[in-house]
């Protein structure tokens, strides 16, 4: 998901470089301020959860099935956070013109080459 973060970022650094206009850059701050709260949030829940899971498996003959528990609420935790950042980009995506997203495209593809 730090690729899809990645197009965020560009998107406010690069904005005037990419034809965005005042109005389509004061309706993406925002989307890319929010996921900014959601990423920090994300990090310090993964990270809890992580901790928890880890305290779980501290003792030699742990129980399978509070770990397994923690496993469920680590993918969970990631699940959700995917899927606020799609909605996200699907926001962000929805400002731009056709030309404007060839060109975010175009500066840094999402998938690797």
Known sequence: MDKMSAMMVRCIGHA????????QIKNIKPVHSEMQKKQAQFIADLRIAEIELMETL???????????????????ITKIHHLA???AIKKMRD????????EINSMAPMKDR
């Open 16 to 23: 005037y470089e990419m034809g965005l206009s005042d109005d």
């Open 58 to 76: 501290e003792v030699k003959k742990f129980d399978m099935e509070n770990a397994s528990s923690a496993v469920n609420q680590i993918a969970e």
């Open 85 to 87: 950042m799609l909605k």
């Open 95 to 102: 400002i731009f013109s056709d030309q404007q997203f060839k």
